[in-house]
């Protein structure tokens, strides 16, 4: 017998084992398999044997496992990574998207720092440098497109001094697009909103 019914996520902040199995698309049991292996967080409910889940544990369990966090984390937010170890243009970009309240933004200054924040942030879209200080952007792509997990992740090359072979490179490693620096601002946000099957924003961008 299950020990709950899952609901309709709301603005809820715990969630039973039946709601997470529900956003999860998996099956109860396995919800309660992983919670008491310890690979999803939650506690107990004193004096039963009913288990509840923090939203931000269940996020955390789901981006983990690759698995959508859309109902959680609001409809239409998109998760964008920047990755530039100049502060200024990361920051500039970072300004730029963080315009549209529907991206929810991370920034990176190296490739290690891009792998870690890509399993734990689970960007919907990665903008990154070629030239890192630790390896190149071509790793880095390389790296995201060898998890099938993360194929649904769209990489965007945002790079100066870049030959013609080097752009096809690029591509070849499995980059949706290269977008040459300087760069248009209008632009660079058509293109990203492009590739994440969004419209234009309601409000006014610069």
């Not at 292996?37 to 939203?55: D, E, N, Q, T, Y």
């Not at 945002?158 to 697009?177: H, K, M, N, P, Y």
């Not at 620096?181 to 058509?190: A, C, I, R, W």
């Amino acid at each position: 017998m299950s020990e709950d019914t899952p609901s309709e996520p709301s603005e809820k902040r715990v969630f039973t084992t039946g709601e997470a199995a529900a956003l999860c698309k998996v099956s109860q049991q396995t919800i309660i398999r992983c919670f008491d292996s310890g690979r999803l967080g939650g506690f107990r409910v004193p004096g039963s044997k009913f288990r509840r889940i923090p939203r931000e544990e269940l996020i955390c369990f789901m981006r983990a496992n690759g698995i959508a966090t859309d109902a959680l984390e609001g409809p239409g937010k998109r998760r964008v990574l920047i990755v530039d170890d100049d502060p200024q243009i990361a920051g500039a970009l970072a300004e730029l998207l963080a315009r549209d309240p529907r991206f929810d933004l991370r920034v990176a200054g190296t490739g290690y720092e891009a792998g870690m924040l890509t399993e734990s942030f689970r960007p919907h879209l990665v903008l990154l440098d070629y030239m890192l200080p630790d390896v190149n952007g071509t790793a880095v792509c390389r790296r995201i497109r060898a998890r099938p997990e993360l194929g649904p992740v769209k990489i965007v090359f945002v790079s100066g001094a870049v030959d013609r072979a080097e752009v096809q490179s690029l591509l070849d490693a499995g980059a949706d697009e290269f977008i040459k620096k300087p760069f248009d601002v209008h632009h660079l946000l058509e293109r990203v909103r492009g590739l994440l099957g969004m419209g234009a924003a309601r409000t006014a961008i610069a």
